[in-house]
C-alpha cells in the first residue's frame, strides 16, 4: 500500500509540475500570438501640392501619386524617411522626416516648373 501511496504522490506532483509549465507556455505564446500580427509603428502621411499627378518616392521606392497622398493619406512607418515629390517638367521637392510614434505628418509639396 505504501507503495501506491508514493506512486500516487509522485503522479500528483508530476501532473502539477506539467500543469504549472503548461500554464506558462500558454502564456508566452498568447503574448507572442498578439504581437506577431501588430508590426513596427506606424503614422498617417499626408502629402498636398499643386501637381496632383506627381509621383511620391519615400526611401527611393514609388509608394504611390500626390493624389493617394492628399486625400485620406498614407501609413509610414516611424524612424527616418527621404521623402521626393516628381512630376515631369517640375523640379524635384525633397524632404528628410524624423518620424516619431504618436505623430502624424503633414507635407506640403509645391513643385516649380523647370525654367526653359
Same mark, same amino acid.
Given at each position: 500500500?505504501?507503495?501506491? !501511496?508514493?506512486?500516487?504522490?509522485?503522479?500528483?506532483?508530476?501532473?502539477?509540475?506539467?500543469?504549472?509549465? +503548461?500554464?506558462?507556455?500558454?502564456?508566452?505564446?498568447?503574448?507572442? +500570438?498578439? !504581437?506577431?500580427?501588430?508590426?513596427?509603428? !506606424?503614422?498617417?502621411?499626408?502629402?498636398?501640392?499643386?501637381?496632383?499627378?506627381? !509621383?511620391?518616392?519615400?526611401?527611393?521606392?514609388?509608394?504611390g501619386?500626390?493624389?493617394d497622398?492628399?486625400?485620406? $493619406?498614407?501609413?509610414?512607418?516611424?524612424?527616418? @524617411?527621404?521623402?521626393?515629390?516628381?512630376?515631369?517638367? @517640375?523640379?524635384?521637392?525633397?524632404?528628410?522626416?524624423?518620424?516619431?510614434? $504618436?505623430?502624424d505628418?503633414?507635407?506640403?509639396?509645391?513643385? @516649380?516648373?523647370l525654367?526653359?
Amino acid at each position: 500500500m505504501k507503495t501506491l !501511496t508514493r506512486f500516487s504522490t509522485s503522479l500528483s506532483l508530476s501532473l502539477s509540475l506539467s500543469l504549472s509549465r +503548461c500554464l506558462a507556455l500558454s502564456a508566452v505564446l498568447s503574448f507572442a +500570438c498578439a !504581437t506577431v500580427g501588430s508590426g513596427p509603428p !506606424t503614422v498617417a502621411m499626408r502629402i498636398a501640392g499643386n501637381v496632383p499627378d506627381a !509621383t511620391i518616392w519615400i526611401d527611393d521606392r514609388l509608394a504611390g501619386r500626390m493624389s493617394d497622398f492628399s486625400k485620406s $493619406g498614407k501609413r509610414l512607418g516611424v524612424g527616418f @524617411h527621404r521623402i521626393e515629390v516628381r512630376a515631369p517638367g @517640375h523640379y524635384s521637392f525633397f524632404q528628410e522626416v524624423d518620424i516619431k510614434p $504618436g505623430t502624424d505628418v503633414s507635407l506640403q509639396a509645391d513643385l @516649380h516648373a523647370l525654367l526653359q
